[in-house]
């Protein structure tokens, strides 16, 4: 881009120009001009499809910066079969529409061999015929709601089984919880996730009438009635705990007021799904003491990878006070498993990197070695942390081992027959009692 | 091993001499003694083994003592939970301290020497000796000891139970509190024994509490016992009440459960007509916010006209400001610096400028900094588009857009921390009723903020100036007033109050670039309702629209509601165009 705008305007200055000014400026411009396509050979792009501005800049943003880090270091170690890799950034603004046109100047115009991008769920649907139409490859790295395997997307983020049914567990068995408060954000990651436990639940032999599911807009930021809802609903003489899937933004002012009613993670605790060490940078942790979260990663595991990469992050953004996160693991490990699939097929053509990413492992931050499965999802470790004083997480529980990332959910009716399997069946939901590809 | 021999001995002595200054806590003392929870020692059996075993016991709870210490360095959850209710059973005199720093997590287990520190003010001393050990072993082979939920619910029960009979009422009243929470039935001796001898009326209401909550849910209690305790607890008449008498254990006497559940009932009738008021006062609550959301737009759009999307933004920046002030107060110096540069200075504050005190120098701060901002927005945008409500509409919104950048480039995109101060944090009660001191102060602020406007507006030279101007622009020129200075100060005044807003919510919401926009529409929404141009109807508007709110909430859910509320002032603005209180007269037709 910057060559080439040089390169117009010294043409353009040379035709008011005469005699050796003249040829000077042409012999330049002919120069830059053949240096471009040698130089625009040597790179494989890869496309960065994050919100810089806008509502989702807040969790976005670090992704930006995370990509940027592992292309460098890639490049530092030499490249990508004898190429630079080079970082294309654009920025969807937080508008679903946005990112769809986005995603399109990426793969047509800028020609990326595979893009990093989106947070939400309903910027990834908007993406998604984009990506089947000109068959390229994305990698998601937010935990999700599932429900979903596309032959051109590769989800390295969490599936309901890999955080949402195992935070459950855990409070069932360690803290006896019998009654449960499902809180949401009203869209739909936290309406399938709800639907999902709420049907583990009752599966569980949990009564209907200690189930209590609520929806509240993004950003509410008037919780008084709900938290007074969640001490009335806990005062029935069980162990009550709440589930929370209430998104970003909303989630300060609804711990904050946790903290204010007096509501301790001793009498209610509250797991999240959402709130990771990033949204807790801007919370005064000390009354949130305990309250859980499920992710599988923590900044505060202690493994030498994790620690290494810890270092290399401050490094890179300058602030010995910038945190790490889930998401930001799931692009380390989805970046690795792309770098070793392209190895592997030797070209960047999707297709062939397709069929060579299902099976590729990396190891993860947190000690463990991730795989890529057949139905685009990856292994994980699952970790429940506590909330400590420094807005950091304890770990309290973890998974023995790691646990296979589910597309389809067992436990809703219109998805327990369904399975994925792009290596065999070459199929996203491929129904098990029909034996049909549902296409 | 030869340390632990020598504390053995000492604290035999130590013992001793507790178990006859106070026969009271040998119960207790037995109970640890390794019989296990299941063996309740009444009050008397306990006097018998006290003479018997004189001597045993205190070697018994010596070796506990150091045992339950020795749980602490496994590092393993069941350990410590094995280690801490030892600890709070025991009544040993050194126990409190244990368990005190591992709640403050300052106590740290060193398994190599095999021995449990508490950290006291960064002094390792020994847990088992309250010696200063010396030297100072290396931090990295020191571990914390780690808490988990259900340890954090040990260790207050057996806070609780060892300090029923501290010196200090209201230690006592917390410990009493403590014990009804976790209603530890092997603490049941050590209640009564406190409760015989308890002078202090509401630590004594609070230990016979303690005693029905164990009471109630002991299936060896006598059925009598029984139905007085619930008699205590429906007197108590709270959700933990409430909580106790709905969730008596399978098995409960039929006579216990029929009182249990009347008494239930007539608590539940009772919390219903709490929750009414409970929700009058979060509608107050949420009306205030919206006042102070809405009172600097009144200015700007009610009073001025110009509707001024950048609303939210002056608020967003009074945030940033109150955050700035809090990091300057952490930081004890305020930094100037050139942004890529090495240019700065670092002037350094008062000491006794601490956090608590960071909104009061906020509330003026953001005021200058927003009205600046304001003066600056009307002067180079808006003064040339007065009279064209589309232009101003887009031209503004643009101004928003490019204000939430900047702050987003320079501030970063994530969330800010603003603590609260001490006396904005927590909640005190009024019957069933839980107030927040945050937000009853945010009422008691935006109503200040509210009047001050007013009397401003009537009172002061400059509030006359501004309401002949609007009111007349031709006229009040005439007279000679300088229009266009009102005009930029109007509007100052209006972002100014919006930037002081921004302080207040910076206490209740996210302080990120995105604060604004979601105050924008509510805003709006009370100057439209209220009607434009008065204070008075955002007045009214904004706590009628918050009362509103909180009573539908309830019912139709937080998403439901908003979307009723909606819906209502849609079809009340169709009946009376003008608000609530529509201005009349000339003034509003010209």
């Given at each position: 881009m910057h060559e080439a705008l040089r390169h117009t305007a010294l043409r353009r200055g040379a035709g008011r120009l005469a005699g050796r000014m003249l040829a000077a400026a042409v012999g330049t411009a002919l120069s830059l001009a053949a240096a471009l396509p040698a130089q625009a050979q040597e790179t494989i792009k890869v496309g960065i499809l994050h919100s810089l501005s806008g509502t989702m800049a807040i969790s976005e943003t670090t992704l930006k910066d995370v990509m940027l880090m592992l292309i460098e270091e890639q490049n530092a170690k030499g490249g990508l079969l004898g190429k630079k890799l080079e970082a294309v950034v654009v920025d969807p603004a937080s508008n679903w529409p946005l990112f769809a046109e986005k995603a399109r100047e990426l793969i047509t115009k800028d020609k990326v061999s595979a893009v990093f991008g989106c947070w939400t769920s309903v910027s990834r649907k908007s993406v998604l015929p984009v990506f089947k139409e000109l068959n390229s490859i994305l990698f998601y790295p937010v935990q999700y709601e599932g429900e979903e395997s596309e032959r051109n997307v590769f989800y390295t983020?969490?599936?309901?089984?890999?955080?949402?049914?195992?935070?459950?567990?855990?409070?069932?068995?360690?803290?006896?919880?019998?009654?449960?408060?499902?809180?949401g954000t009203d869209y739909v990651y936290p309406r399938t996730t709800n639907k999902i436990l709420e049907a583990y639940l009752k599966s569980k032999g949990v009564k209907p009438e200690d189930i209590s599911i609520n929806y509240t807009p993004f950003g509410h930021s008037d919780w008084q009635t709900r938290v007074a809802e969640i001490k009335r609903f806990g005062s029935a003489g069980k162990k009550t705990a709440v589930v929370s899937t209430i998104n970003g933004d909303a989630n300060v002012p609804f711990y904050k007021e946790l903290g204010?009613?007096?509501?301790?993670?001793?009498?209610?605790?509250?797991?999240?799904?959402?709130?990771?060490?990033?949204?807790?940078?801007?919370?005064?942790?000390?009354p949130l003491l305990g309250h859980l979260a499920a992710w599988n990663y923590f900044q505060s595991i202690d493994t030498p990878a994790n620690k290494a990469f810890i270092d290399k992050w401050k490094a890179f953004t300058k602030n010995p006070k910038r945190v790490s996160n889930d998401p930001m693991e799931a692009h380390v490990v989805g970046f690795a498993m792309w770098v070793k699939a392209v190895e592997k097929a030797g070209t960047t053509d999707p297709d062939k990197v397709i069929d060579a990413l299902p099976g590729t492992t990396a190891p993860?931050?947190?000690?463990?070695?991730?795989?890529m499965l057949a139905n685009h999802h990856i292994t994980k470790p699952?970790?429940?942390g506590e909330i400590k004083e420094d807005g950091q997480f304890d770990v309290v529980w973890k998974t023995e081992g790691l646990v296979p990332g589910e597309a389809w959910s067992k436990y809703l009716d219109g998805s327990k027959d369904l399975t994925a399997d792009w290596v065999k069946l070459k199929c996203g939901n491929y129904n098990t009692k029909t034996q049909k590809c549902g296409g | 091993m030869h340390l632990i021999s020598f504390l053995a001995a000492s604290n035999r002595c130590r013992c001793?001499?507790?178990?006859?200054?106070a026969p009271g806590s040998l119960p207790r003392s037995r109970g640890r003694g390794g019989e296990g929870a299941a063996a309740r020692p009444i009050l008397a059996i306990a006097c018998l083994l006290l003479f018997s075993l004189l001597a045993g016991p205190s070697i018994a709870r010596a070796d506990a003592f150091d045992d339950a210490l020795t749980k602490f360095l496994a590092d393993s959850y069941a350990d410590t939970e094995a280690g801490v209710t030892a600890l709070g059973a025991g009544g040993d005199a050194r126990a409190f301290a244990v368990v005190k720093a591992l709640q403050d997590g300052r106590l740290l287990a060193d398994p190599a020497g095999r021995r449990v520190l508490i950290d006291d003010g960064g002094v390792p001393k020994d847990a088992a000796t309250g010696a200063v050990v010396s030297p100072a072993p290396a931090a990295a082979d020191l571990k914390r000891v780690r808490l988990n939920n259900r340890l954090r619910r040990a260790v207050e029960a057996a806070l609780g139970a060892l300090t029923l009979r501290a010196p200090d009422p209201a230690r006592r009243l917390d410990a009493a509190q403590a014990v009804f929470k976790s209603r530890d039935a092997s603490a049941l001796?050590?209640?009564?024994?406190?409760?015989?001898?308890?002078?202090?009326?509401?630590?004594?209401?609070?230990?016979?509490?303690a005693r029905a909550a164990i009471l109630i849910t002991s299936p060896d209690a006598p059925e009598a016992a029984r139905i007085e305790a619930v008699g205590t607890l429906r007197e108590r008449g709270d959700q933990a009440a409430l909580a106790l008498l709905s969730g008596l254990p399978a098995g409960t006497p039929a006579t216990v459960q029929g009182a249990a559940d009347s008494a239930a009932s007539a608590i539940r009738n009772r919390l219903q007509v709490w929750e009414a008021v409970q929700n009058a006062w979060y509608g107050v609550s949420l009306g205030s916010v919206l006042l102070l959301a809405a009172i600097g737009l009144a200015i700007t759009f009610g009073v001025m006209g110009v509707i001024n999307m950048a609303h939210g933004e002056m608020v967003m920046l009074g945030a940033y400001t109150t955050f700035v002030v809090q990091e300057a107060i952490r930081q004890k110096a305020i930094s100037l610096s050139i942004p890529g540069t090495e240019i700065g200075m670092s002037l350094p504050l008062p000491a006794a400028l601490t956090l608590d005190w960071s909104l009061a120098v906020a509330v003026p701060l953001a005021f200058v900094v927003t009205g600046l901002v304001g003066i600056l927005i009307e002067r180079s945008v808006i003064r040339f588009l007065y009279g064209r409500p589309l232009e101003t509409l887009l031209a503004t919104w643009g101004i928003s857009l490019i204000l939430q950048q900047a702050v987003r480039t320079g501030f970063g995109p994530t969330n800010k921390e603003v603590s609260n101060p001490s006396w904005m944090s927590g909640a005190f009660e009024i019957g069933q009723l839980a107030i927040t001191w945050n937000r009853l102060w945010i009422v008691c602020f935006s109503l200040t903020v509210f009047v001050l406007l007013l009397a401003m507006l009537r009172f002061t030279r400059l509030g006359l100036e501004m309401r002949a101007v609007t009111q007349n622009r031709g006229m009040a020129a005439c007279v000679g007033i300088r229009t266009a200075r009102i005009d930029a100060l109007t509007f100052g005044l209006g972002s100014g109050i919006a930037g002081i807003a921004g302080v207040a919510l910076s206490q209740i919401d996210n302080v990120s670039p995105n604060l604004g926009q979601s105050y924008i529409i509510d805003s709006f929404m009370v100057v439209v309702f209220g009607g434009v141009g008065n204070l008075w109807g955002t007045l009214v508007g904004a706590f009628t629209l918050g009362v509103a709110n909180k009573f539908l909430e309830p019912f139709a859910g937080a998403v439901l509601g908003k979307i009723a509320i909606l819906v209502l002032i849609i079809l009340f603005i169709q009946r009376r165009p003008r608000g609530l209180f529509a201005l009349k007269g000339r003034a509003i037709e010209a």
């Open positions: 983020g969490a599936a309901p089984n890999q955080q949402a049914i195992p935070a459950v567990d855990y409070l069932m068995k360690e803290e006896k919880v019998q009654r449960w408060v499902l809180e204010n009613q007096g509501v301790k993670a001793t009498d209610i605790p509250v797991v999240a799904f959402s709130v990771g060490e990033e949204e807790l940078a801007g919370v005064d942790t000390k993860n931050l947190t000690g463990g070695t991730s795989e699952v970790f429940i | 001793k001499t507790d178990g006859r200054a001796a050590a209640v009564e024994a406190a409760l015989a001898q308890e002078t202090d009326p509401a630590v004594k209401a609070a230990l016979a509490e």
